[in-house]
Nanobody, 129 residues
């Protein structure tokens, strides 16, 4: 049973920083693609950042230059460093994994919700102005 558990959310003022973590367990192999998504009230869940097994990364235009996705394979943990936070970054943030041992970068990078089979329960990020 694959489990993804997020942590690190909280409340911060605009311009501040937060680092989200996602601890993965239950894998018999490392998932090819992992990503972060977010969902604000009344809006659809959107992709924020993705990373593949080789360490290649992809970001939504709205977070480029401010957010950094990374992972520690030894700890089976995914991270999202969020700097220069804006009120519009306020959302529930979800960790996701595609669950595949091998995959394609273009699928990973496009951050399509349907391409990810495993999801965490989410961690709330609130940015005040």
């Amino acid at each position: 049973q694959v489990q993804l558990v997020e942590s690190g959310g909280g409340s911060v003022q605009a311009g501040g920083s937060l680092r989200l973590s996602c601890a993965a367990s239950g894998y018999t192999y490392s998932s090819y693609c992992m990503g972060w998504f977010r969902q604000a009230p009344g809006k659809e869940r959107e992709g924020v950042a993705a990373i593949d097994s080789a360490g290649s990364t992809s970001y939504a235009d709205s977070v480029k230059g401010r957010f950094t996705i990374s992972k520690d394979n030894a700890k089976n943990t995914l991270y999202l460093q969020m700097n220069s936070l804006k009120p519009e970054d306020t959302a529930m943030y979800y960790c996701a994994a595609d669950g595949r041992e091998v995959g394609s970068w273009w699928l990973c990078a496009r951050l399509g919700r349907a391409d990810f089979g495993y999801w965490g329960q989410g961690t709330q990020v609130t940015v005040s102005s």
